[in-house]
């Protein structure tokens, strides 16, 4: 919340920089009720208690000889918040494209990045882990084998920051103050035992934009390893998106409002399209008839007519109630019901690695087993030639569409929800411990069923 570029807009809209970040803040707020993402903690870096952690980092790397007073002179981001060298500018701009400035040798308390240069690429080698994906880690060693001076973390042109232990003319480095947010969240610098920072620190992942993917694997680590702190086990950055093949920016009016997307399209639909679309760490290409076609597709389609035509199946059939009893499993009842079982630990190891594509592609291919096999039973046809084996046909496909709703609660939270609603799953029941330890009651009451996946319809293509 803190830094020149801040400062700089706020004053361009005639506001106070606080008032400024207290409405940005709302509005972040609001976007993550919107698209139903639960967090334990809205982390601001304007907050008092932020503000003594930072100072506290700040003169444990001063004692221990890693902060000293000189000058800075060179080129400089306002956007980035991030200094260039000559050699990585691209046509006198920022290799992103932003606009650079040339600081006019100014006062600046460095930090003694160059002394990690080597305990960097150790940390690295060391834990191959540390940085995915991989094309983002080969950028990173990449620019630090390139050699790493000194860092100026501090300012004085500007002074909407945190100032400097005892110097009050210097503001500091915008981004030693945003980066020990992940720390002073935990309540740094009480690190006693049964803290918080004790229990949750290091870190196990931090998921972060590509373009601020330096600051977390070259300065933070420094930061920490200079204060002999431990550093995070594993920093993931994510792509970005574009809009039908183009970059997205205000100046070509193509901006993808979230908020729209969800009027539009659904919560739960928005949800499924993001994390399914792209590979999760690469760039991604966002269009409607894209969304359309793979919501329609994999939503309404698949799992929604599924449900749909197990519950009225057994709505008409089995009493308005789950079968009360079933015959003993066949090979083709085992193999969908092991698939299945086995999916939990399947889409727990894609998570691990932040591959939340896969983790999406597994839930589709699972419903695409549970459409083969109703396919291939026939309950409708079994209802005339053996009721028997059709109600245990259709346990099966309530107990798989069980497994299926209870693992697709991070994706599409509410749908799936709606899902174990119609399957009279109890809500107590519902977490993934639940999944070997609570099947489908026989017997239990069930209601009509409901539509949980409109279909959207696509624009009908304009003649020219």
């Known amino acids: 919340e803190h830094g020149q570029k801040v400062e700089d807009t706020a004053a361009k809209n005639g506001v106070p920089p606080q008032e400024f970040v207290d409405n940005l803040s709302v509005s972040f707020r609001e976007l993550l009720d919107l698209i139903d993402i639960s967090n334990d903690d809205f982390i601001r870096t304007t907050n008092e208690d932020h503000k003594a952690a930072v100072q506290h980092l700040w003169n444990t790397l001063v004692e221990k000889e890693y902060i ?10 306002v956007r980035d918040e991030c200094y260039y060298t000559e050699s990585e500018l691209v046509d006198g701009k920022a290799p992103t494209g932003a606009e650079v400035e040339w600081v006019v040798k100014e006062p600046s308390y460095f930090f003694k990045l160059s002394a990690f240069e080597d305990k960097l690429l150790e940390l690295y080698e060391s834990q191959p882990d540390f940085i995915a994906p991989t ?7 990449s620019f630090v084998k ?9 300012r004085t042109s500007f002074k909407w920051g945190i100032p400097v232990p005892g110097d009050d003319d210097h503001i500091m480095y915008v981004w030693i103050d945003a980066l020990t947010n992940y720390i002073s969240a935990l309540g740094y610098p009480n690190m006693e035992e049964g803290s918080n920072f004790d229990k949750y620190w290091p870190a196990s992942l931090h998921v972060v934009g590509k373009d601020i993917l330096r600051f977390h694997t070259v300065y933070w680590p420094a930061f920490l390893m200079a204060a002999g702190l431990p550093v995070p086990k594993r920093i993931f950055a994510h792509g970005w998106w574009t809009k039908d093949g183009e970059k997205i920016s205000k100046s070509l ?8 997307l969800v009027e539009k399209y659904g919560v739960d ?3 499924f399209f993001l994390m399914s679309e792209v590979t999760f760490g690469s760039d991604g290409d966002y269009s409607d008839n894209a969304m359309i076609r ?7 389609n698949e799992l929604g007519n599924l449900c749909q035509r197990v519950i009225t199946l057994v709505f008409k059939n089995c009493g308005k109630a789950v079968p009360a009893e079933v015959q003993p499993f066949t090979e083709e009842d085992e193999e969908l019901l ?10 727990g190891k894609e998570v691990a690695n932040q591959a939340i594509h896969k983790y999406a592609e597994a839930m589709i291919n699972m419903v695409g087993d549970a459409n083969k096999y109703i396919d291939d039973m026939a309950p409708w046809v079994l209802k005339k030639t053996d009721p028997e084996r059709m109600a245990t046909v259709l346990y099966v496909l309530m107990e798989v569409l069980r497994h299926t709703a209870i693992l697709y609660q991070p994706l599409i939270p509410s749908s799936a929800n709606k899902i174990l609603d119609q399957l009279s799953v109890p809500e107590n029941e519902r ?6 330890t609570s099947p489908i009651q026989f017997g239990a009451p069930i209601k009509k069923a409901v539509g949980v996946f409109p279909r959207i319809e696509l624009p009908e293509p304009v003649e020219a």
């Open 135 to 141: 094309s983002r880690k080969n950028e990173v060693v």
């Open 146 to 154: 390139g050699g790493l001076k000194d860092l100026s973390v501090s």
């Open 253 to 260: 009016g193509n901006v993808i409002d979230p908020g729209e």
């Open 431 to 436: 977490t993934f411990d639940h999944l070997e």
């Open 269 to 271: 639909q928005t949800r």
């Open 68 to 77: 000293y007073l000189g000058n800075y002179e060179g080129w400089y981001s």
């Open 338 to 347: 092991a698939k299945a079982r086995a999916l939990r630990e399947k889409v």
């Open 294 to 300: 793979k919501v329609n597709a994999n939503l309404s």
